[in-house]
């Protein structure tokens, strides 16, 4: 079972969320055959867009991270929403490429050294905001500690990992870690936090050996004033629907529902982050296209 652990350190001066995370980060390999170098990508952007939305208080808010890099894997899309859930997808699932000289996956090899990172954050009831940073190194983890610094100048100690079969690929362990000061932080205490960073680094291996969560998180704040204030359960889950879809069709316009009529005489939508098809046949298209005309017709009355 997945899960969040959201909660305080030092006397209250450091705000934690941690997750564990590999049911959700393995349903995204299966789901988009996500190669190995993929699934740790798309893997830990999943599971940093997961903590980021476990803090959403209503199921309308959103987050979008989209992550453009120069590397063969594309663009990384994740959606999060309210109770962390997430759904998302890489241009090219299959890519694969080497292991980087640490005989690790190269992950800022595939996603690519240079680029940007875009964070959308809508709440529904005013404009989004829109935050965005130049990649460190496409590694992810250190890329998302950039963007909360520079964009929302909030600095961060972010921790990402992915462990996976060398030859099925299968996830073994998927977890993460945010560490964010507080302005009433001290000084001393960061030095402490900072010297976490060996120990952190081992948290999705730990996870791996078998460790819950719970358990590796109190081992690792022994003696930090560590308190537990929340658990979520968060998953990889697509909201589309077919209805949702029929409206994507709708807000094409007359002129071009018209043109799929005419010439294809029907229309399959593939939704990006579950690979779910619709196909829309030549009645559903025509009773859409009589929707449009209507709205269309009232929208001119109107001006």
Same mark, same amino acid.
């Given at each position: ?58 199921? *309308? ?14 663009? #990384? ?50 404009? %989004?905001? #829109? ?8 590694? #992810? ?13 909030? %600095? ?9 079969? %060398? ?58 004033? @560590? ?26 316009? *007359? ?42 017709? @009232? ?5």
């Amino acid at each position: 079972m997945d899960k969040i652990i959201r909660g305080l350190l030092l006397n209250e001066t450091v705000n934690v969320i941690a997750i564990s995370g590999r049911v959700m980060v393995e349903k995204a390999r299966e789901t988009h055959n996500l190669s190995r170098v993929c699934t740790a990508a798309l893997g830990r952007t999943l599971l940093a867009v997961s903590m980021m939305s476990a803090k959403l208080k209503s199921e *309308r808010d959103s987050i979008t991270v989209t992550i453009a890099g120069n590397g063969p894997a594309g663009s #990384i899309t994740v959606v999060g929403r309210e109770g962390g859930a997430v759904k998302g997808y890489v241009t090219n699932p299959e890519v694969e490429i080497p292991l980087n000289a640490q005989n690790k996956l190269d992950v800022g090899g595939a996603v690519g050294h240079s680029g940007e990172l875009r964070v959308i954050r809508d709440f529904s009831l005013k404009e %989004p905001y #829109i935050g965005s940073c130049h990649l460190v190194n496409g590694e #992810i983890a250190e890329d998302f500690a950039r963007y909360f610094t520079v964009s929302e100048q909030q %600095p961060s100690l972010v921790y990402l990992g992915v462990r996976v079969e %060398p030859i099925s690929g299968e996830v073994r362990s998927a977890a993460g870690l945010i560490l964010a000061p507080l302005p009433n932080c001290p000084d001393e205490e960061l030095d402490r936090l900072e010297a976490l960073g060996e120990k952190i680094s081992k948290l999705s291996l730990r996870m791996d050996e078998g460790d819950s969560i719970e358990y590796a998180l109190n081992a690792l704040f022994e003696g930090f004033d @560590y308190k537990v204030t929340e658990t979520i359960l968060p998953e990889f889950r697509c909201d589309c629907s077919r209805e949702r879809l029929e409206g994507v069709l709708v807000s094409l316009g *007359r002129d071009e529902l018209r043109a799929i009529i005419e010439e294809d005489g029907q229309a399959e939508i593939v939704c990006r982050f579950c690979d779910t098809k619709y196909l829309f046949e030549r009645d559903a298209l025509n009773a859409l296209l009589a929707f449009a005309e209507r709205k269309e017709d @009232y929208n001119e009355q109107k001006r």
